[in-house]
């Protein structure tokens, strides 16, 4: 019989599935484009983005999750339907990850969701203890550490004992604010916008947040704001460094405050054992060593930091024997 167990990791950028016996199946973007004159929906994920760059000026690009939360439910419903469609298993069960910035109401309305999408059951995993279980760790250490993950909406930071979540929460700062706050020093010095897709490479080339992390200069294309026509152009880790520093800053002193608040045993069992490093903020450059100064804390990033939520997610399905007492009804 066909297996109907399905992980799901629904982020500020990406929709991720793996399903049992397989593997991760599908990772799309959660992107919609709209016709600019009907409002109705005419694509969706990676082809969406692909019509907005050959037609622009004839759909908009939208995004119905911001900074973690749904905020257009119908979008995302849409999306998930063609996703599991695409899948074809019917009822299938669902286990998903839920960070802190996830209330109760807020599950029960996803839950709701996926049920009228045609769930035989949906279960959670706190995101903590997704990441560690996505992240090869030696789960008979069971002494505490922090778990960190910068995503793109939303860094999630976590006191994980051995693989259980014993305390998160969630900040609304992560790529896409550092993302941001290149776009804005382009347009305030170079007076010239640049695509999303562009300052993702930015960040992920010459990004940099720690002086020991340096790739020289990085050459880019955008739109000149007066002209409107295409400007080549370059941008560097120093420059980067600048705009980008004040925001990693923030999310070492959200570490750091939780740190210093535990219970001194418990401090001094993270203290030994340290940081995971996960989400896709994890591989700007120099975050690992700009953390390491900040908080005092040694830290290990997670063999495969983008992916290691559904990975978590994946090892519980696959061995629900041992951690189905991590996965919790909605």
Do not use: W
């Amino acid at each position: 019989m066909a297996k109907r167990t399905i992980g799901l990791d629904i982020g500020s950028r990406n929709i991720v599935v793996y399903l049992e016996g397989r593997g991760i199946i599908v990772n799309e973007s959660n992107r919609i484009a709209l016709d600019i004159n009907t409002k109705e929906a005419v694509s969706y994920g990676h082809e969406a983005a692909g019509l907005a760059r050959r037609t622009p000026g004839s759909v908009l690009l939208m995004n119905p999750i911001f900074e973690g939360n749904i905020s257009d439910h119908d979008g995302v419903m849409m999306i998930l339907d063609e996703i599991f469609r695409g899948i074809g298993i019917s009822k299938p069960e669902i286990i998903l990850a839920i960070g802190a910035e996830t209330h109760d109401a807020e599950k029960r309305a996803l839950a709701a969701m996926l049920m009228e999408l045609g769930a035989k059951n949906v279960y959670c995993i706190n995101k903590p203890t997704a990441c560690a279980l996505g992240s090869d760790l030696d789960l008979s250490n069971n002494r505490s550490m922090i778990s960190l993950n910068i995503g793109a909406g939303i860094t999630n930071v976590g006191l994980i004992k051995g693989c259980v979540t014993r305390f998160e929460q969630s900040v609304r700062y992560g790529c896409n604010k550092l993302d941001a706050a290149v776009a804005a020093f382009l347009r305030r010095e170079r007076g010239v916008a640049v695509s999303e897709e562009t300052l993702s490479d930015i960040r992920k080339n010459v990004g940099s947040v720690h002086e020991s992390f340096d790739e020289g200069e990085y050459g880019i294309v955008g739109r000149d704001l007066v002209t409107g026509l295409p400007v080549s152009l370059t941008i560097s880790s120093a420059e980067t460094r600048e705009v980008m520093l004040p925001i990693a800053e923030y999310i070492c002193k959200v570490v750091a405050a939780l740190h210093n608040r535990l219970p001194s045993e418990v401090r001094n069992d993270v203290t030994g054992r340290g940081l995971l490093l996960s989400g896709g903020g994890a591989l700007t450059g120099g975050i690992d060593k700009l953390l390491e100064e900040k908080t005092g804390l040694p830290v290990t990033l997670s063999p495969r930091p983008i992916d290691c939520v559904i990975d978590g997610i994946g090892v519980a399905i696959e061995n629900r024997e041992v951690f189905g007492v991590l996965i919790k009804e909605i």
